[in-house]
């Protein structure tokens, strides 16, 4: 009777066991599947379009780059040094006996590179590595598809695509916007006021109780709306920033202009 009972015991020990080494791999299997859903996921759809969180890589490697294009070179050096960093350019927005202006590519950043260089001695007189907000075909293309390839000739219409050229109009209606947006409000009252305003809302990045991030498109001008709310969900902070990681929708709305 005791060995039954023994054997009884173990026997429900072992189902026991059994049991939670299942259900423990049921579990592990759906946490697995989940985790491996978002690392399969296709390039591009996984992607951190806040510049918020992004903006401390892509400054970091501004200012690598930066140091390494000084003035007094020429232009000739000034792509090699591009090359040798492991930039492409992917779109020639100008050359002129005076002025170069390059896209460049590496990974996920994107930055625009000027150069004014002196005509008697064809050497840069000052080199700025800016932020590239509009973008060339080939520019978008390198980004999404993490394929870079080498621009050869000017583009036609480069102009179009020149931060320099862009940048007044583009900062004149950052900060018409900036005061359009006062403090105090619920999001409502931002989205209906964006909308007042002439502005497009192509994509929400992030919305938590405390925080709302959103792109507006308005013409060809892109900005990221980020509105810090409190308790009561009011906004106590609202930043108008350049949009440099654009998602699908902003991209689509901006080549419809």
Same mark, same amino acid.
């Given at each position: 009777m005791k060995s039954h009972k023994k054997l009884s015991t173990l026997a429900t020990i072992l189902a026991a066991g059994l049991a939670l080494n299942v259900a423990h791999a049921q579990t592990s299997d759906t946490h697995k /599947?989940?985790? /491996?859903d978002k690392v399969m996921a296709p390039a591009g759809k996984t992607i951190d379009y806040s510049d918020r969180s992004r903006l401390k890589s892509w400054s970091g490697e501004k &200012?690598?780059?930066e140091q390494k294009l000084k003035t007094g070179a020429a232009k000739a050096d000034?792509?090699?040094i591009l090359a040798d960093s492991g930039y492409t350019v992917t779109a020639?927005?100008? +050359?002129?006996? +005076?002025y170069v202006e390059y896209e460049v590519v590496k990974g996920d950043h994107s930055y625009e590179v000027q150069i004014d260089l002196d005509k008697k001695t064809h050497m840069a007189s000052k080199v700025d590595v800016d932020r590239n907000l509009w973008r060339a075909d080939a520019t978008k293309n390198a980004l999404r598809s993490g394929k870079a390839v080498k621009a050869t000739k000017p583009l036609v219409n480069g102009d179009m695509y020149s931060d320099r050229v862009n940048r007044q109009g583009w900062t004149d209606q950052k900060e018409q916007l900036e005061k359009s947006l006062m403090l105090g409000k619920d999001v409502?009252?931002?989205a209906a006021e964006l909308k007042k305003l002439g502005y497009q809302i192509t994509s929400t990045n992030d919305r938590e109780k405390d925080y709302v991030e959103m792109e507006v498109v308005k013409g060809r +001008? /892109?900005? &990221?709306?980020q509105i810090d709310l409190d308790d009561a969900g009011k906004a106590k902070k609202v930043d108008v920033t350049a949009n440099m990681w654009q998602s699908d929708a902003t991209e689509k709305a901006l080549g419809k202009k």
């Open positions: /599947s989940a985790g /491996s &200012e690598q780059l000034y792509m090699k020639i927005n100008k +050359d002129t006996a +005076d409502g009252f931002y +001008d /892109s900005y &990221e709306v």
